[in-house]
């Protein structure tokens, strides 16, 4: 009877533990069971050795999903092509750059705006990673006759497969060079070139060297070359001397120019002390004078306003007093017996007398 029971209890515990676990892996996996995979896809004209499944997909070394697939284009599409294809879901998180509801939406704006996948490697290992970025150069131009069942994310060459290609187009220019054409031309040109004469016109010019520098040697060690520099010496101890003797006549002409200039202040220092006193005297007159001019205008400005009848009325009489003048005048130089008489004679009325 103990031993049945202990099976029993062995028996309980084991599916106590089945059950147990099992909910612990519902707990912490549903989510990832239930959760929907947004997936891109990109194709590579290259060799995609080191990616495997799972390898992951990062944007500036940020991750942003992960590889699930790789095959090609003829398995999928049943369509003739020398493509990769490879598969990558996006993660919930996945900002490339972009704003937008889901990652999808987000990495269509990003494509639009000229995001790129590439492979890239971790180090030495070997292993590859999917990067994306923009770059200005942008993607290879691949020609795609399907249309794609996920987001189609453009490609280009990883930075491997661009130094292979250039590598490759060096050897290919490498090997259609023609090295034994050059050869003939370059003993060609050796065969057209006289060696003898230019090996002449070399010796030929050393020569004239040689011969040049013994001249010079010859002018600098003769005996005019000593006496000019001789005379170059003394000429330089005569003007020495010259500069010697005219120091101090110099130096008497400057003392006697400050002495003249202290002079010269100390007679303006007087002129200043022994005028200021009259220059006072004759500001203090003149602002005493400018005072009465003021006064007396104020007083005639007076008069003019007050006597402003008398005045109008005196221009008026003698106004009529000059027309009168002229008037009389007038009657003078017409009649000048009219001093005497008392009016002038009538105008006779006939050509006859009486």
Do not use: H
């Amino acid at each position: 009877m103990t031993q049945k029971t202990n099976y029993f209890k062995l028996g309980l515990f084991v599916i106590l533990a089945f059950a147990l676990t099992a909910a612990m892996l519902i707990a912490f996996g549903a989510g990832q069971f239930f959760k929907t995979e947004t997936l891109a896809e990109t194709y590579f004209n290259e060799s995609v050795q080191g990616l495997n499944i799972g390898s992951e997909v990062k944007y500036k070394g940020v991750k942003i999903g992960a590889v699930k697939s790789i095959t090609t284009p003829t398995k999928v599409y049943d369509i003739a092509s020398n493509y990769v294809l490879v598969t990558f879901s996006m993660s919930e998180d996945c900002y490339v750059g972009q704003t937008g509801k889901n990652p999808r939406e987000r990495m269509k704006k990003a494509v639009d705006d000229g995001l790129s996948v590439f492979l890239s490697f971790n180090g030495l290992t070997g292993s590859a990673y999917l990067e994306t970025d923009y770059k200005k150069n942008g993607p290879d131009d691949l020609e795609i006759s399907w249309t794609p069942e996920n987001l189609y994310v453009p490609s280009r060459s990883s930075n491997i497969k661009q130094v292979s290609d250039a590598i490759t187009r060096a050897m290919e220019t490498l090997g259609s060079m023609d090295f034994k054409e050059m050869k003939n031309d370059f003993s060609d040109l050796l065969k057209g070139l006289n060696i003898t004469k230019v090996s002449a016109q070399a010796e030929s010019l050393l020569k004239e060297l040689r011969q040049t520098n013994k001249d010079l040697a010859k002018l600098l060690t003769s005996g005019r070359m000593k006496q000019l520099l001789a005379d170059a010496g003394s000429s330089m101890a005569d003007f020495k001397q010259i500069v010697q003797a005219a120091k101090i006549p110099i130096k008497q002409t400057l003392a006697d120019i400050n002495k003249a200039s202290g002079s010269f202040k100390r007679m303006a220092t007087g002129l200043e002390q022994g005028y200021e006193v009259k220059l006072t005297e004759m500001s203090d007159k003149m602002d005493t004078v400018l005072a009465n001019l003021e006064k007396t205008s104020r007083l005639l400005e007076n008069m003019i306003w007050t006597n402003a009848d008398v005045i109008e009325k005196t221009i008026g009489n003698l106004e009529n007093t000059t027309e009168n003048l002229n008037q009389f005048t007038r009657e003078l130089r017409e009649y000048p017996g009219s001093i005497l008489m008392n009016a002038p004679p009538k105008a006779s009325t006939s050509g006859k007398e009486k």
